[in-house]
């Protein structure tokens, strides 16, 4: 087993960049923010202004935390960018994005979102998966929301396309404080060897 490291410096969070949502995942976006810094860790996220993305940053300022937006020069330029953060890298792609704030941060942890929201926090489990790095990563399960998508996984499990092992990759959990404790705790599996080979 690989175990993480017992404290972050900085925890990436993915979301929705969607405002026309449920008030409740605001609360929670808002409420998240505020315990990262109470915890002492500097945020990483999209460096946008809308949606759950501008409402983490935003407590996280408010709360005198770090705050490092990553953002492509194409979001800058229609005007999402979010103006008052520590420091806000602006970087040619979508991929780039993803490699700076995967570089940046120590967890990964997702709230309720969309296509990006997934993509994101699935790429960031695969890299776990293939031993590109060894950093705990989670799903905020508001309302529920991610109860299907945990359902799935057990389902792709059960059916052999997700091993047991790597299922644990990727934590799920209703409440934000004791997420952030297993993913501080969490023992991540050596998967050098996961290939099946003949």
């Not at 929670?28 to 860790?41: I, K, N, P, S």
């Not at 194409?74 to 490699?99: F, I, N």
Request: aromatic share 8%; hydrophobic share 45%; net charge negative.
């Amino acid at each position: 087993m690989r175990s993480t490291m017992k404290r972050f410096r900085r925890v990436a969070v993915y979301c929705a960049s969607s405002s026309d949502i449920d008030p409740a995942y605001v609360e929670a976006a808002r409420d998240f923010g505020t315990l990262l810094v109470e915890r002492g860790y500097g945020l990483v996220f999209g460096g946008g202004r809308v949606g759950l993305m501008g409402v983490v940053a935003d407590a996280v300022v408010a709360a005198g935390g770090e705050t490092i937006g990553v953002i492509p020069h194409k979001l800058r330029d229609l005007e999402v960018a979010h103006r008052g953060l520590t420091e806000l890298l602006v970087v040619d792609s979508m991929h780039a994005r993803k490699t700076v704030m995967a570089s940046m941060s120590d967890a990964f942890v997702a709230l309720p979102g969309g296509f990006g929201t997934l993509d994101e926090i699935f790429e960031v489990t695969t890299w776990n998966q293939l031993g590109y790095h060894s950093k705990p990563a989670g799903l905020l399960n508001v309302n529920g929301y991610f109860d299907a998508l945990a359902k799935f996984i057990t389902h792709a499990a059960d059916e052999g396309f997700v091993r047991p092992v790597h299922r644990e990759l990727l934590l799920v959990d209703s409440d934000p404080r004791r997420l952030l404790d297993r993913l501080e705790v969490a023992e991540l599996p050596d998967l050098k060897k996961w290939i099946d080979r003949p």
